[in-house]
Every structure is written in C-alpha cells, then in structure tokens.
C-alpha cells in the first residue's frame, strides 16, 4: 500500500518531495519472444531514463534511482507467462508487476507515482462478434480491428437442418405459416446455444443484425439479450463479408461507446448473479480478499481514507482528522490490489456509475 505523508509532517521529517520517480511500462512476452531483444528494450529505455534524469535532476538525486532501476531490470523473472511487466522505481521503492492485460509501451519520469498510468496505457482491442440472423441461415463474425472474419460454430448454421426435427403433428400442420415460425424458433435457439458457447470463449460485445421479424423471434427466445450492444435492423442475407465490414464501421466506429455499453452490460449480468460489490467500502472489502475480477471505476473518482482495525476496512479520511499518514487515494491502492491479483482495471465517464457510487467490482465467475 502506497500512502502519502501530509506536507506538514513531511517537512518536519525532512523528507524531499523532488525526488525522480520512473515508471517503465511495456509488452513482455518472454515465452512469446527473443529474450534477448527484451533485454534490449529495457536497455535502450534504460538509457532513456538516464538522459532525462540527468538533465532534470543533480546527479545526487538522480543517481540512487537510477542504480535501483538497473538492479531490478536485471532481476526480472523471464520465465513468466505474463503479457506486460510494470516497473515503479523511486530511491525509496521499488514495484514490479506482471500482469496479463496488453499496453502500449510508455515511459513516465515524474516526482510521483501515477498507478492510473498503467490503466490509461491499456491497448484498445477493438473485438466484437456480429451475428447475421435472417429466416434461413446464421452467420457468425469476428470483427477485429481491419480483420473481419467468419466463426465457425458447432451447431448447424442453415433452418434446413432442423425440418426433418419437427414434431409430426407440426408436421401435418396445414398452416404453413405456424409451421414455419415454430420451426424458425427452433432454429434460432439453437443458434443461440452456438452463441453462448462463442461468448464464453471471446467474452465480446455482441451486435446483432437481421430483418425486424428475425429479429422480433430472437429476441423472445435468446439467453444472450445482457450481451447485446445493439440490434441492426435490415435484410442482409446477400451480403459479402466485406459489405458487412463496411455497415458495421458507423456502430463501432465510436469504440469507446461500444466499451462503456459492455461494461454496463457486464455490470447487469453481475447484478443479476449477485457477483458484484459496489461503493468503495464493499469494493475494498472484495478486492482485500482477492475476489476481484474485473475493477470499474468513474475516471475522475478519487477518495481519500484511513485504514480500518481490519485489512479489508476503510473510512473516508477528514481533513479535521489529525493523522500523519493516510491513503492519499483508496482507488489507486484498489487498482493495484486488482491488478497485482490478475484482474483486470476499466475507467468510465463520470456520472456513467452513478446507480453505483461511481465504481464496482466485478468478482470472479463462469460467463453463461
């Protein structure tokens, strides 16, 4: 736990407040890659690093940071199996975090530690999953960035496996219309088996698209309407996979939209299976007993506190309150609680949790 000491004491204690803090966050695959070009990324950061701090600090305050920083690069552990590798050194600490959500690579010198700078350099994976429904067949895609591509599902695909299935005195019905919307349902359900399997193995948002009938038929039959991010309504039987491209960019085109609409999404499903804490008390609570699978947060939500008798309780800290040391922001302590236990940390807009005193914690739990 990081916790911050008032400027009052820290005068008293004659503790500087300009000493250089780095942050180096990159990919780290070593399973994956060239251990030895790893070695040479951190090298040439490592050199980096050194430029800069000369030419911001004294060589009295750059130098011990500097030493430390190259003492944990050179204990790292290459034979984890982790994606990312996040290194916090400042003359008094030191953290290494390996962790599984992929970044962008960036370098950070400052006179503070900024943990919310590991959440903002999180790669964007622009996934989704898009299930073209229409009265005779379903296709499932994977969109992926510029890569558009068609998933194979193990139930059958075409209305015309499921003819010889139906009940004999649907069969004999001379109403073609009910037979065919009955046999319509059967299909779709199990189109919609095919998509819970898909769903537990991407976890993405879902768009579906289909006329309105096709449609108005899933949507009273479907297990997966919590995954939807929305329906696209239109006949799109003939169309190519490049021409689906294409109709998708405007809907995913916002991404951000797309990300926050499954979040909520995600949110609703957790609710509804009592997997969820809200507020910060039951958040720390959970994350405390490293239950925490997925951490959402309003961006600019911070709260300053005091530790409880306990580990896993915490009270909002008052200025009125005369305590010398205290947790300057319980949200950067719980985004690093969550990561170092190998969840996962989002932000969102402010006001978008407001139903959940702006931030959740999502525990662990089998997707259905």
């Known amino acids: 736990m990081i916790q911050d000491i008032t400027k009052e004491y820290a005068d008293v204690l004659g503790i ?35 430029l800069e701090l000369m030419a911001d600090y004294s060589p009295e ?56 700078d590991l959440i903002y350099c999180k790669k964007q994976i622009h996934k989704y999953l898009l299930a073209e429904l229409n009265g005779n ?26 003819k010889t299935d139906l009940p004999e005195r649907v069969g004999n019905f001379t109403d073609s219309s009910n037979k065919k919307e009955i046999l319509l349902d059967k299909f779709l359900k199990h189109t ?29 039959i479907t297990h997966n309407a919590k995954h939807v991010i929305e329906y696209i309504h239109g006949n799109f039987e003939e ?29 609703d499903e957790a609710v509804s299976l009592n997997k969820i804490s809200v507020g910060i008390s039951e958040v ?13 947060v309003e961006k600019n939500f911070m709260y300053p506190a005091v530790q409880g008798a306990s580990p896993d309780i915490i009270y909002q800290y008052k200025n009125s309150v005369n305590n010398a040391f205290y947790i300057k922001d319980a949200v950067d302590d719980l985004i690093e609680k969550v990561l170092a236990n190998g969840g996962d940390v989002e932000f969102v807009d402010g006001q978008l949790l407001k ?12 997707r259905k």
């Open 192 to 220: 919609d088996k095919g998509l819970s399997l898909l769903l537990q193995a991407y976890q993405l948002p879902l768009f579906v698209m289909g006329t309105p009938k096709t449609i108005g038929h899933f949507k009273s």
């Open 284 to 296: 720390w609570k959970t994350a405390a007993q490293k239950r925490g699978k997925l951490l959402i």
């Open 239 to 267: 169309k190519t996979a490049p021409e689906l491209y294409e109709i998708m960019e405007p809907f995913v085109g916002d991404w951000k939209k797309v990300t926050q609409a499954d979040l909520l999404n995600q949110i």
């Open 355 to 366: 139903n959940y005193d702006s931030i959740v914690l999502i525990e662990y739990y089998e």
């Open 16 to 50: 500087q407040n300009d000493l250089p803090c780095i942050s180096i966050i990159m990919p780290f695959e070593p399973k994956m890659g060239v251990k030895a070009e790893l070695r040479h990324k951190l090298k040439i950061a490592t050199d980096k690093i050194k």
């Open 61 to 116: 305050k750059a130098m011990p940071v500097l030493k430390k920083l190259q003492l944990v690069i050179k204990d790292l552990n290459y034979n984890t199996h982790k994606k990312t590798i996040a290194i916090f050194v400042s003359p008094t600490i030191e953290k290494v975090y390996y962790l599984d959500i992929p970044v962008e690579e960036k370098i950070i010198l400052d006179d503070s530690f900024e943990i919310r």
């Open 137 to 162: 067949s379903t296709k499932i895609y994977l969109g992926n960035g510029a890569h558009f591509v068609k998933v194979i599902s193990n139930v059958p695909d075409n209305i015309a496996a499921y």
